[in-house]
C-alpha cells in the first residue's frame, strides 16, 4: 500500500526558498521512482522532477533545472523537493507522484504514467 502525504507548501517572496517533503506514511517505498508535478490555475498539470528509487538518478523540467533539487532519504520513505530562487510563475498546487515499475522515461514523465498520487500542497510565490 502506497499512501503520499506531501507537506512544506506556503507563501514566499519571489527569491526565497521552500521545502517540500513527500512521506510514504512511514513505510519504505520499494517501487521504480517517485516525481513532483505541479498544476497552476488554469493550466495543464506539469512535470517539475523525478528521481529513480533504487539508483537515486533525478531528471528535471527546463523550466526549473538548476533551481530545484529533489532527493530522497536513507529509509526511503521519503523524496523532497527543494525550491530555491523562487519565482511568481512557481505558484502552483504541488503534488508528489509515485510509479511502481520500470518502462517509462523519467525525464519526460506524464502524470499518467504514475499509480499514487499525494493530496497536493500549495506554494505561492508573491510579493
Known amino acids: 500500500q502506497v499512501q503520499l502525504v506531501e507537506s512544506g507548501g506556503g507563501l514566499v517572496q519571489p527569491g526565497e526558498s521552500l521545502r517540500l517533503s513527500c512521506a510514504n506514511s512511514?513505510?519504505?517505498?520499494?517501487?521504480?521512482?517517485m516525481g513532483w508535478f505541479r498544476q497552476a490555475p488554469g493550466k495543464e498539470r506539469e512535470f517539475v522532477a523525478a528521481?529513480?528509487?533504487?539508483?537515486?538518478?533525478?531528471y528535471y523540467a527546463d523550466s526549473v533545472k538548476g533551481r530545484f533539487t529533489i532527493s530522497r532519504n536513507n529509509a526511503k520513505t521519503t523524496v523532497y523537493l527543494q525550491m530555491n530562487s523562487l519565482k511568481p510563475e512557481d505558484t502552483a498546487i504541488y503534488y508528489c507522484a509515485a510509479r511502481t515499475s520500470p518502462g517509462i522515461i523519467l525525464s519526460t514523465s506524464r502524470g499518467y504514467e504514475y499509480d499514487y498520487w499525494g493530496q497536493g500542497t500549495q506554494v505561492t510565490v508573491s510579493s
Open positions: 512511514g513505510r519504505t517505498f520499494s517501487g521504480y521512482a
Open positions: 528521481i529513480r528509487w533504487g539508483g537515486g538518478n533525478t
